[in-house]
């Protein structure tokens, strides 16, 4: 399996402006790592990716699989900012897999 077949193509929406992203199984540690090197965001992710401090929220539109799971630390931290719906997510706890493909992921600023 090579670089093409582990290609991932998703959009990603940021005030307004989409952009389509291009990247593959692995290239980053998780989606919070690729949209801060990728779009270069300012006060993003500020706990390094472990959940807590809500600094990466996203809503995602048409993820499958095993990332539509919320665990770890994720629901409790969303649920502290008032989220509570199936599609605001922590990037953070989004590995790049698969499962992003064809998505549309909006960053939220808040």
Do not use: H, W
């Not at 929406?13 to 989409?18: I, R």
């Not at 048409?62 to 409790?76: A, F, L, M, Y």
């Amino acid at each position: 399996m090579g670089i093409v077949d582990n290609k991932i193509l998703f959009t990603v929406v940021e005030d307004g402006s989409k952009q389509i992203i291009e990247t593959y199984i692995g290239e980053y540690q998780n989606l919070m790592a690729l949209l801060k090197d990728k779009l270069y965001l300012d006060d993003f992710g500020e706990c390094g990716g472990v959940g807590r401090c809500a600094t990466c929220i996203i809503k995602t539109n048409g993820i499958s699989g095993k990332s539509t799971i919320k665990d770890r630390n994720e629901p409790v931290t969303l649920s502290k900012m008032g989220y509570g719906d199936a599609f605001t997510r922590l990037s953070c706890q989004l590995l790049i897999t698969k499962d992003l493909e064809g998505s549309v992921i909006e960053i939220l600023t808040f």
